[in-house]
């Protein structure tokens, strides 16, 4: 019912910054929660932040506060990261989801995109 294409992801120095977009399609308006993921090789997902789509409100792991952003542009239907002071720690894909709000409230989320490349040099 609905489809997530990340886009936005290349290879940065550390310090720059990056903007990530998720194109959301299909049946978007019945999703409750969106979210930001990413995962390096050989470690686990983890969470990065994610917008209530109903008040648009936003939570952010500790790990990315005060350097990811996390907006949204309706009309375009786009979930947006916005990452400054990238490190190379950064460095990994980055996927968007999203959730119906039964899933959202089990800490789970419905779908995922295939995940964009982010990848930061020292």
């Known amino acids: 019912q609905v489809q997530l294409v990340e886009s936005g992801g290349g290879l940065v120095q550390a310090g720059g910054s990056l903007r990530l977009s998720c194109a959301a399609s299909g049946r978007t308006f019945s999703m409750y929660a969106m979210g930001w993921f990413r995962q390096a090789p050989g470690k686990e997902r983890e969470f990065l932040g994610r917008i209530l789509l109903t008040g648009g409100s936003i939570d952010y792991a500790d790990s990315v506060k005060g350097r990811f952003t996390i907006s949204r542009d309706n009309v375009k239907n786009t979930l947006y990261l916005q990452m400054n002071s990238l490190k190379p720690e950064d460095t990994a894909v980055y996927y968007c989801?999203?959730?119906?709000?039964?899933?959202?409230?089990?800490?789970?989320?419905?779908?995922w995109g295939q995940g964009t490349q982010v990848t930061v040099s020292s």
């Open positions: 989801a999203a959730g119906y709000r039964n899933t959202w409230l089990r800490g789970e989320y419905d779908f």
